[in-house]
C-alpha cells in the first residue's frame, strides 16, 4: 500500500504541535508563528519578545518578509516598526506540499541589544559631529592667530630696522657732539691767546662745550633706551616664533584629530552595516 498523502491541513497542525519543542530546543529567545495564505495559525510568544498576533488574525501584506516565504521564498529582516509595534529580526520559510506553498513559518529574535547599540551609535555620531564642528572653530581660531602672529612678526622687524636707523642717527649727532666739543676747546683756546679781546668769543666757546656735552649726554640716554627698546622687541620675536611653533603644533595636532574622527566615521558605518546584516 502507498503512503497516504498528508492534507495541508495535516502539514500545517503537525507544525503547529510541534513549535512549541522547537522553541524550548532553541537556544536564542525567538518567537514562532505559522500561517497559511490568509491568516495566523499560531503565534507562540517567548516571555523575552511578545508580537501582538493571534491565531485568526490575518497575515499582514505589509510584512516584505512572510510575503516573501509565502511565495516560495524564504528570507531574513526586520519587519517594519508599525506593523506589529516592535522591533525584532525575523527569518521565514515556506511550508511546502508537493511542490505548493501552503503556509509559512516564521521565527523571531530578540535584537534589544542591537537596539541598545544602533542608539548608542547614534549618540556616538552626534558627539562625533559636535567634535567635528569645535575642531573647525578650533581651526579657524588657530587660523587668525597664525595670522595676527605674522603680522605681529612683521610689525617688529620693522620696529628693529627703525632701532637700527635711530642708532645710525645717535652715532651722527655723536660725532656732531664731538666736533662741537673739539671747536669749542679751540675756540677757547684762540680767545685766551687773544686777551680781552676774546673775552665774548670764550664766552661762546663755553657755551659751544656746554651744548656738546649736553648733547652727549643726551645721545647716551637715548642710546640706553634704544637698546632696552631693542632687547624686548628681540624678546618680543623670540615669543612670537615660539608661538608660530606652537601654532604648527597645534594645528598638526588637530588635523590628526581629524584623521582620527574619520576613521571612527569609518568604524560607525562599518558597524552600522554589520547589524543591518545581522538584523
Request: glycine share 6%; aromatic share 4%.
Amino acid at each position: 500500500m502507498s503512503e497516504r498523502k498528508k492534507t495541508d491541513q495535516e502539514i500545517l497542525n503537525s507544525l503547529v504541535e510541534s513549535a512549541p519543542f522547537f522553541q524550548a530546543a532553541s537556544r536564542d529567545a525567538i518567537a514562532i508563528s505559522i500561517c497559511d495564505h490568509d491568516k495566523w495559525l499560531l503565534q507562540l510568544n517567548h516571555p523575552e519578545l511578545e508580537l501582538p498576533n493571534k491565531a485568526g488574525d490575518p497575515v499582514s501584506k505589509k510584512d516584505d518578509v512572510i510575503q516573501g516565504a509565502l511565495r516560495g521564498k524564504g528570507g531574513m529582516g526586520r519587519p517594519p516598526y508599525e506593523v506589529y509595534g516592535i522591533h525584532f529580526f525575523g527569518k521565514t520559510t515556506p511550508i511546502m506540499n508537493e511542490g505548493r506553498v501552503i503556509g509559512a513559518m516564521g521565527m523571531a529574535y530578540n535584537i534589544e541589544v542591537i537596539l541598545k547599540i544602533e542608539e548608542s551609535i547614534e549618540k556616538l555620531n552626534e558627539i562625533a559631529a559636535k567634535i567635528k564642528i569645535m575642531v573647525d572653530e578650533i581651526i579657524a581660531q588657530a587660523n587668525k592667530l597664525s595670522a595676527s602672529q605674522t603680522k605681529l612678526f612683521e610689525f617688529s622687524e620693522v620696529a628693529r630696522s627703525n632701532s637700527d636707523e635711530i642708532d645710525a642717527i645717535l652715532e651722527s649727532i655723536k660725532g656732531i657732539s664731538r666736533q662741537s666739543n673739539i671747536l669749542g676747546l679751540n675756540a677757547s683756546i684762540e680767545a685766551s691767546r687773544a686777551g680781552a679781546a676774546g673775552k665774548g668769543f670764550t664766552v661762546v666757546a663755553n657755551e659751544i662745550r656746554n651744548l656738546a656735552k649736553d648733547t652727549s649726554d643726551s645721545s647716551d640716554k637715548i642710546n640706553e633706551s634704544i637698546i632696552n627698546i631693542k632687547d624686548n622687541i628681540s624678546e618680543i620675536v623670540k615669543g612670537i616664533s615660539q608661538m608660530q611653533d606652537l601654532s604648527k603644533q597645534q594645528l598638526d595636532l588637530i588635523d590628526s584629530i581629524e584623521s582620527t574622527l574619520e576613521d571612527l566615521y569609518d568604524i560607525i558605518r562599518l558597524i552600522n552595516d554589520c547589524i543591518r546584516v545581522l538584523g
